[in-house]
């Protein structure tokens, strides 16, 4: 499966921005599908996953109630929408995909990574 993450962006402190992910390649549907992040200097981490029926999510502690992560099985697509930023959300965005896991919490090594998109918070 190929992932493609977009909808990056340059955006001021306490904005919004809506990130994207197209699969290609296959059905995403029966996988378990996430977002993970890395800043410049620091290690990649994760931000958020959420299960194939999308009734399952789990967020880091550093996104959680500003993050919400979805799915449209449907356009074989997975979204983030990301509220209230700050600057130490800037990183690059990366989606992930697993299909050997089958909820939230499970999503540490993913099987396939897409391409990052930047997202940039000014103060």
């Known amino acids: 499966v190929q992932l493609q993450a977009s909808g990056g962006g340059l955006v001021q402190a306490g904005g919004s921005l809506r990130l994207s992910c197209a699969a290609s390649?296959?059905?995403?549907?029966?996988?378990?599908m996430g977002w993970f992040r890395q800043a410049p200097g620091k290690e990649r981490e994760f931000v958020a996953a959420?299960?194939?029926?999308?009734?399952?999510?789990y967020y880091s502690d550093s996104v959680k109630g500003r993050f919400t992560i979805s799915r449209d099985n449907a356009k074989n697509a997975l979204y983030l929408q990301m509220n209230s930023l700050k600057p130490e959300d800037t990183a690059v965005y990366y989606c992930?995909?697993?299909?050997?896991?089958?909820?939230?919490?499970?999503?540490?090594?993913?099987?396939?990574w897409g391409q990052g998109t930047q997202v940039t918070v000014s103060s």
């Open positions: 390649g296959r059905t995403i549907s029966s996988d378990v």
């Open positions: 992930a995909a697993d299909w050997r896991i089958t909820t939230a919490q499970q999503m540490r090594a993913p099987a396939y």
């Open positions: 959420i299960n194939w029926s999308g009734d399952n999510t």
